[in-house]
């Protein structure tokens, strides 16, 4: 029901312009054949035969930023731990936490995207085996940039939307 054959054969008629079109209608199509509990049950499976391979990518992206994390925040494991930065601020401390948050944002994106294509493998190949980890990785990988720029595109439309009517209507609302 999910395999990438049955789409596959739905959309082999369709044109290139209408092809995400025919691709969502395929895909509602097979979802309205299914009940909620067997959609449950199908993602059930995927994530628990696929468990370890998500529980490796945790253990290495995603673990060690919260141990820096969890030492920056101690005030008495290094001395620029958050707290310290508010009471004393100095550009050195500003720059690391900085430096911080972008490699969060960036190793949070990279997680996501192999999440992603792990999860849409294991669908596509239909219990017929498991996606391979590392090539999951490298495929990520090249798509890691193209995610980084959406992701700030979609933050400067966020700012400029903020600006064009929450700004205005706080300034222009009390009149």
């Not at 049955?6 to 369709?14: F, H, K, N, R, T």
Request: charged residues 10%.
């Amino acid at each position: 029901m999910w395999s990438s054959e049955l789409w596959g054969s739905e959309l082999q008629g369709a044109d290139p312009q209408n092809f995400c079109k025919h691709l969502l209608s395929a895909i509602l199509a097979h979802m309205h054949e299914s009940s909620f509990s067997e959609l449950l049950k199908r993602s059930w499976e995927i994530y628990v035969n696929n468990f370890r391979h998500f529980l490796v990518i945790a253990l290495l992206f995603i673990l060690p930023l919260r141990i820096l994390s969890a030492l920056m925040d101690s005030k008495s494991l290094l001395p620029f731990g958050n707290t310290a930065v508010v009471e004393n601020p100095t550009t050195s401390s500003w720059i690391l936490l900085g430096s911080y948050a972008a490699i969060s944002v960036v190793v949070g994106i990279f997680v996501s995207l192999v999440v992603i294509r792990m999860t849409a493998t294991a669908i596509q190949q239909n219990g017929r085996g498991e996606p391979s980890l590392r090539k999951e990785l490298r495929a990520s990988l090249s798509l890691l940039f193209p995610a980084i720029g959406t992701s700030v595109l979609h933050f400067i439309l966020m700012m400029a939307l903020f600006a064009l009517f929450v700004v205005p209507s706080i300034i222009f609302g009390g009149y």
